[in-house]
């Protein structure tokens, strides 16, 4: 097939022995492996045949080269795995800190905070509407004392933290950034990512406090705040993760993730950012589901769709601004609590669905967490889950090994097509923010969830263990957080308080009033405030009195 009958015109043959292939190393591929290198001198099979970086010919460009549907990265996993996260947090920043420690002790490159939802939410663990559910599904953060507990005895220039974290996204940057000073470390060395995409919030799943208006100025905020002092932190993830979780189908959750990716690329474009100066450092955030060539699929069509986005519709010049790079969390909603050993299985064929992907990091879930939060073994299986994928299956050895696969190509076109005629509808309907303000957003999930959950009871779709092939259990072992750490993080919440410099604090938070009111950059007086130990609740609710709380539209 030449290059001018393909759909974009950008494709190149790259069977291991074409000229094109050839080609492709010498031009891309082999620059790369002179200066990265690669991880093994040989990648060959048990039997000694050696593989070759590439496999077959594609429509969707070489690795490394636009559109990127191979992959973003010329050398992929040959040259570096992905970066094997496991989601922590629960009951207090001390005994979440111990499970960072034993996760990085056991061989995880990257640490993924999960927080309670108060502190997602904006409110300290003192507040009467937050105390029922201090600690329960993540770890609360009150001030940066808790951050200074959360990351003891962690150099911050030594990891790569990922906080899932969106409405209260700039106060838990501020304190990150804010413990860096403390330990000495530049910010422009400090590597993560925070969530902060708060509409799918509005879309999804909730966890929001200001109207969508100030929220996105707050996302933007803390966009312009990392271009200038924090250049190596990924500022958006922007997620389809929750999307899926909460019942859409693949192609929705492409669609409506990138629609909001449009809205936030606009956002920072009209707050006077240069699309090439913020871009490079948007990250996305997928799910991995039980489909395994659909997810494959799904994760090459989003590199494609993105990389045209951003280089025919905004008008990116730099191609660092035309990869999509994004985190894989495997399926939390398919998860089980009968049979849940069943769910490593699923686990593990989730995780190759992202390896095959050509995923930049992934998180595996725990077998349990349909019951409670891991176990210490269950959080280990999952982590060795990904090491045998990356050190014993020969996944990682060839860079998108199922493309040129006529399924997999005709999939990945057709999810590609679907997912841009829905855009074109969000679009039509005045964006994502309009169309999350309508409810069609939240009406189009859930209407995909209804017909999901529908197939399941009539039996048209097996869950095993849960429909089909059932058995009598014995209860299983559960993971029981100590609610005693409760009231130690609300003493240490009250020493914080008794010996800050009150008057250093009530001048930090009336300077965030001030850039509030006047609209210059809310981060940079954050940051001050968290770092004279003002809390979380104080900062918000300052913003809330400033801003007003946001209601749902009903959404029927």
């Known amino acids: 097939m ?57 429509p969707g460009g070489a690795p490394g080269e636009y559109p990127f549907t191979r992959g973003v990265q010329p050398t992929m996993y040959r040259g570096r795995l992905w970066t094997m996260r496991q989601y922590a947090g629960f009951t207090s920043a001390r005994e979440t800190n111990k499970r960072f420690h034993l996760l990085l002790e056991r061989g995880q490159t990257g640490l993924s905070t999960a927080f309670d939802l108060p502190t997602q939410i904006g409110y300290d663990s003192d507040d009467p509407l ?15 004392y808790d951050i200074e507990l959360l990351f003891d005895g ?27 000073r403390r330990q000495g470390v530049d910010s422009q060395a400090l590597r993560g990512t925070v969530q902060n995409d708060i509409l799918k919030e509005y879309a ?58 449009k809205s936030y690329v606009r956002a920072a474009i009209e707050a006077g950012l240069a ?4 871009a490079p450092r948007l990250s996305f955030f997928f799910n991995a589901h039980n489909d395994l060539f659909e997810e494959v699929a799904k994760f090459r069509a989003a590199r494609r769709i993105w990389a045209r986005m951003m ?26 609590s009968q049979q849940p050993e069943n769910n490593a299985v699923r686990v593990t064929v989730q995780a190759l669905a992202a390896v095959l992907g050509g995923t930049q990091s992934l998180h595996t879930n725990g077998r349990d967490e349909a019951l409670s939060l891991p176990t210490e073994a269950s959080a280990q299986l999952a982590l060795r889950t990904q090491q045998i994928l990356a050190q014993e299956s020969g996944v990682a050895d060839v860079i998108d090994p199922l493309g040129g696969a006529p399924y997999i190509e005709e999939l990945t076109d057709e999810v590609e097509r679907r997912a841009l005629d829905l855009i074109a509808e969000v679009d039509a309907r005045g964006g994502s923010v309009a169309a999350i303000e309508a409810g069609f957003v939240q009406r189009e999930i859930h209407r995909s969830a209804m017909q999901w959950q529908r197939e399941v009871e009539r039996g048209e779709r097996t869950i095993v263990g849960v429909n089909d092939y059932r058995v009598e259990e014995q209860p299983p072992e559960i993971f029981r957080p100590d609610d005693s750490a409760r009231e ?67 959404v029927l």
């Open 2 to 58: 030449s290059d001018e009958t393909r759909p974009d015109g950008s494709g190149t043959p790259t069977s291991a022995g074409s000229a094109d292939a050839a080609a492709w190393r010498e031009r891309t591929y082999a620059p790369a492996v002179e200066r990265f290198g690669e991880r093994r001198a040989s990648f060959a099979t048990s039997s000694g045949i050696e593989r070759a970086p590439l496999y077959g010919d594609s």
């Open 130 to 144: 937050a105390r029922p559910e201090v600690g329960r599904v993540g770890v609360p953060i009150n001030s940066l």
């Open 154 to 180: 962690i150099r911050l220039d030594q990891v790569s933290t990922s906080m899932t974290i969106n409405a209260t996204a700039c106060f838990l940057l501020a304190g990150y950034v804010a413990l860096a």
């Open 204 to 261: 999804a799943r909730g966890n929001y406090r200001f109207p969508v208006g100030p929220s996105v100025r707050l996302t933007t905020d803390l966009m312009a705040f990392c271009a200038a002092e924090v250049p190596s932190w990924n500022t958006i993830s922007i997620s389809g993760y929750h999307i899926r979780e909460a019942g859409s189908t693949a192609v929705q959750e492409l669609a409506f993730t990138f629609s909001n990716a």
């Open 275 to 278: 699309v090439d100066d913020f």
């Open 311 to 336: 280089r025919e519709e905004f008008g990116a010049k730099s191609p660092k601004s035309w990869m999509l790079r994004f985190h894989t969390q495997t399926a939390g909603s398919m998860l089980t």
């Open 488 to 554: 130690e993080v609300l003493r240490d919440l009250e020493k914080v308080r008794a010996d800050r410099d009150e008057a250093a604090v009530r001048a930090g938070l009336d300077a965030i009033d001030v850039a509030a009111r006047e609209g210059t950059n809310l981060m940079y007086p954050i940051l001050e405030a968290v770092d004279r130990y003002a809390t979380l609740g104080e900062v918000c609710g300052l913003l809330e009195a400033r801003f007003g709380k946001y209601r749902a539209p009903e």
